[in-house]
């Protein structure tokens, strides 16, 4: 038996599989670090762009919740692997890619989780700094009224840390600080929805009309790409340390509820608000967290606002350590601890430099990252299929190895299918950036990237579903797939 880790000691698993003496736990436990992180007041805005979609109110709920609850399951099953292997998503997709093919789509997944870390920890700090200046115009205010340098600063540093030190001790402590913020998280949004229902003007939710059938489909699919499949490689990093034989339905349960249960809550609020005052939904849709706070008595303010700051250094702290596995399941021969270091100093200078430096970089930065959901999407869709051959083969860790050792340099089936699928999917979907829209929608006319599908994100589910059918064809239909030496009985070895 090996000794089991605690919250203050520093974790050392990286992408082995982690030893069955140092499993334990309940998928319950997953629930708190899904929902500490997705209950953000982000989540109204959402809302907000479900009904902007063109959708009558409750037509925005129902698509919205729907897309949530489809694409967090997606989540959860991809999380079964965890329990299962022991490892890691991005290298359990060794499985599926090789372990050479696999870094093209863990690229692509490090790429996107640290970019949209480096969002966050940028509206943290700037959400901290504007609390000061409304305590304390005088010292941390500029000469216009905004946050200052020192301000930021300030928040900058204090975000970083905390992030940094809850990141680096590993999944003991990540757990036992997720399950805190998710109880005060929770509380302090049941308040602030208390304090907004008034707000809401009832009677106009009706004066929007239904939106046709294709916008409502539109609707559900922009909600599963805005929660749900951008989290498609993060599920077996949680889940990982359950014993083996935890049953699918509670770790499935469980990663969808936390996911779902806040977002789609806050989904509701936003529809409601924007239906009832256009005007409002408007200004929470371009700046949720200035055009909501704004509404709030100044004794509540202060404590909301540190909680929202609280809810996006939870997102932080989990995005950081994924990223870490992610540059170990890339191949870069250093321990968990370093890689989130290394990924910290990253995310920090491109943090400092959306704050300091650039005013007009962030738009271009996101719309990029929005684009790589296609790619994260498609290897989502093959890995979930091919769990049909890895439960067939006894969840056999050698698959993860290198050529020789039970595992493939590369699966050209399953590589194959991702860039197929991938072109495809570029070519269904639209860029508010007018460079990136240079090279994406080559596959649309200009009505429809105008209309529902350019709008949606259509692209995405699309190259998902293209990537999957075809993995499946040639693997299981066609069986071009040669067997390779991993036909055996499961080992439970270290996996480099």
Request: hydrophobic share 55%.
């Amino acid at each position: 038996m090996t000794d089991r880790p605690t919250s203050t000691s520093v974790e050392t698993n990286g992408v082995n599989p982690v030893p069955d003496g140092e499993r334990r736990g309940k998928p319950a436990g997953l629930f708190a670090i899904w929902f500490s992180w997705n209950i953000s007041i982000l989540g109204i805005s959402y809302g907000i762009y479900v009904y902007g979609l063109g959708l009558s109110a409750w037509q925005a709920i129902v698509a919205g919740v729907l897309g949530y609850v489809l694409s967090s399951v997606l989540v959860g099953i991809l999380a079964v692997g965890g329990p299962r292997t022991g490892l890691p998503t991005l290298t359990q997709t060794r499985f599926a890619f090789g372990l050479h093919g696999n870094k093209f789509p863990t690229f692509f997944a490090y790429l996107s989780n640290i970019g949209w870390k480096v969002t966050i920890i940028t509206l943290a700090a700037t959400s901290g700094a504007k609390l000061f200046v409304r305590l304390w115009p005088g010292v941390f205010a500029d000469d216009q009224g905004k946050e200052s340098v020192l301000a930021i600063v300030l928040w900058f540093v204090a975000v970083l840390a905390v992030t940094l030190t809850v990141a680096v001790f590993g999944h003991q402590l990540i757990m036992r600080v997720e399950k805190w913020i998710a109880w005060l998280t929770s509380i302090m949004t049941i308040v602030f929805i208390a304090m907004i229902v008034p707000k809401i003007r009832w009677d106009a939710l009706g004066d929007a009309p239904d939106g046709s059938v294709g916008t409502f489909i539109g609707g559900v699919i922009l909600a599963m790409t805005i929660v749900g499949l951008g989290f498609l490689n993060y599920g077996g990093d949680f889940a990982r340390y359950l014993p083996r034989d935890t049953p699918a339905r509670g770790v499935i349960g469980w990663t969808t509820g936390g996911i779902v249960l806040p977002v789609a809550v806050l989904l509701i609020l936003g529809v409601l608000l924007a239906a009832g005052d256009p005007e409002m939904g408007k200004a929470a849709a371009n700046d949720p967290i200035g055009a909501l706070t704004a509404l709030l008595p100044l004794w509540f303010f202060i404590p909301f606002t540190i909680v929202i700051v609280i809810s996006l250094v939870a997102a932080a702290i989990t995005g950081i350590y994924s990223s870490g596995l992610a540059l170990l399941a890339l191949g870069v021969p250093l321990s968990r601890a370093t890689t989130t270091l290394i990924n910290m100093v990253v995310i920090a200078a491109g943090a400092f430099y959306l704050l300091f430096v650039s005013d007009s970089f962030l738009a271009t930065f996101q719309a990029f990252l929005a684009l790589i959901s296609v790619v994260m999407g498609t290897m989502g869709g093959i890995q979930l299929l091919d769990f049909i051959r890895q439960r067939r083969l006894g969840w056999n860790v050698d698959m993860a190895k290198p050529a020789g050792e039970g595992g493939r340099s590369g699966r050209w089936t399953a590589v194959v299918s991702l860039v197929v699928a991938t072109i495809v999917g570029l070519g269904l979907v639209t860029s508010s950036d007018p460079n990136i829209a240079k090279v994406v929608g080559f596959l649309l006319s200009d009505e429809a990237k105008q209309g529902v599908i350019g709008t949606t994100n259509v692209g995405v589910v699309v190259a998902m579903l293209i990537g999957a059918g075809l993995y499946a064809l040639l693997t299981f239909v066609f069986k071009l797939d040669p067997p390779g030496i991993y036909d055996r009985e499961p080992v439970k070895a270290a996996v480099g």
